[in-house]
């Protein structure tokens, strides 16, 4: 019997302390499936697992 399926996150939240913006050396903090800059708002994608830190592929956040 196997325990329940549920799905691991996106990655290990532990490696957000590693994790900085490329940009601004901004924390980054896990929103859904993408990583938001809290220095300077850019969203950075993350595809199967691993997070994008590369300032070409961010978004700037459009809400505010
Ligand atoms: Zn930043």
Do not use: N, Q
């Amino acid at each position: 019997m196997c325990a329940d399926r549920r799905k691991p996150p996106a990655f290990d939240p532990v490696i957000l302390d590693r994790l900085a913006c490329p940009v601004c050396m901004g924390a980054l903090r896990l929103d859904g499936s993408r990583l938001t800059c809290l220095g300077c708002g850019r969203v950075y994608p993350v595809v199967d697992g691993i997070p994008v830190l590369i300032a070409d592929r961010a978004k700037m956040h459009e809400s505010h």
